[in-house]
């Protein structure tokens, strides 16, 4: 069984610009919940998806959104970038909702660089 | 608001050794903790997967286990291997549904 794949996995953008990271979830999972890892903040959560609904959302600007599709794979979009978005964006996928006990699994990350 | 806290902050042993590592959170109410592993660059690896009904949870040489009364857990290790070395993530999954981290623990195994 295949497990998350986040593509791209590195990318170098400069400040200003705008960026849009994806996350395939693993098969049958309907919940993708996204999280940023800096070294100072450590990992923060960003936003839960689940039936292409946004059920949950962290306390980030709105700069960052995201979105679900059908098949529930997941993309999320950084506006504007500032070198402080600089980060590893993790990607995580489980069966259920919000208010399920269900194990996450993570991808690998998208490195996302801005200069 | 939910904390949680990873002590200590790195930890070094030889190889051979048993260990503990620890995690404390500051809100009981939370659905289960999750224990990970990162490697340099990498994303994150589930070891273990505590409900908030159980106490502990076994895989191989990792022994987790849960308090949620004192709001505690550990993440024990036997017979510790060079390969074992990485950061050490605890998480806590509560009302909201997202995941809240601690900052980890990184351990270094020497052969």
């Not at chain 1, 098949?71 to 208010?99: H, I, K, P, Q």
């Not at chain 2, 590592?21 to 592993?37: H, V």
Request: glycine share 10%.
């Amino acid at each position: 069984k295949a497990g998350v794949t986040q593509t791209p996995r590195y990318l170098i953008k400069t400040r200003g610009q705008q960026v849009t990271l994806s996350c395939s979830p693993i098969s049958g999972h309907r919940s993708v919940s996204w999280y940023q890892q800096t070294p100072g903040q450590g990992l923060q959560f960003l936003f839960e998806y689940f039936s292409e609904t946004q059920r949950n959302k962290g306390n980030f600007p709105g700069r960052f959104s995201g979105r679900q599709f059908s098949n529930s794979r997941s993309e999320m979009n950084v506006s504007t970038l500032e070198l402080g978005d600089s980060a590893l964006y993790l990607c995580a996928s489980s069966f259920g909702g919000r208010t399920s006990s269900y194990e996450q699994y993570f991808g690998p990350g998208t490195r996302l660089t801005v200069t | 608001k939910q904390e949680v806290t990873q002590i200590p902050a790195a930890l070094s042993v030889p190889e051979g050794e048993n260990l503990v590592l620890n995690c404390s959170f500051t809100d009981s109410a939370i659905y289960n903790l999750q224990w990970f592993r990162q490697d340099p660059g990498k994303g994150l690896t589930s070891l273990l997967l505590i409900q908030s009904s159980q106490r502990e949870q076994t895989s191989g040489r990792l022994n987790a286990s849960l308090d949620k009364s004192s709001g505690r857990s550990t993440l024990y290790i036997a017979a510790s291997q060079p390969g074992d070395s990485a950061t050490y993530l605890c998480a806590v999954r509560g009302s909201q549904g997202n995941l809240i981290f601690g900052k980890g623990t990184k351990l270094s195994v020497k052969p």
